[in-house]
């Protein structure tokens, strides 16, 4: 096994009671644009957005993708852009309706 994947990171509590805290800035953000509702038209592109960062934590630190091999990521990236152009597809067509 190559050095610096893996099975070689040992991650420390501090990084995920960073991680943890970060998640919980996020989740009082995603509460206050909804509750905000200044842009209505923006509010779920926010609330995407601010999911988007979150599972980007959560599958780097807590499933350890950001010390896994590049092909792995890869496809990780493929799902994600698949995932992304649906999404936008189905914003266009209910934004066109």
């Known amino acids: 096994m190559k050095e610096g994947y893996s099975e070689d990171r040992i991650i420390t509590a501090g ?23 200044l842009l209505a038209q923006f ?7 601010i999911a ?5 934590l959560v599958l780097a630190f807590f499933m ?4 896994e091999r590049p092909f ?5 990236a493929l799902a994600v852009s698949a995932l992304t152009l ?5 914003f266009v067509d209910v934004g066109y309706r």
């Open 15 to 37: 990084t995920y009671t960073a991680v943890w805290l970060a998640l919980l800035v996020l989740l009082s953000a995603t509460i206050a644009v909804s509750k905000l509702r």
């Open 43 to 49: 509010s779920a592109v926010g609330s995407l957005a």
């Open 52 to 56: 988007s960062v979150k599972a980007g």
């Open 64 to 67: 350890h993708l950001k010390y």
């Open 72 to 76: 792995l990521k890869g496809l990780l």
């Open 86 to 90: 649906l999404i936008g597809l189905t």
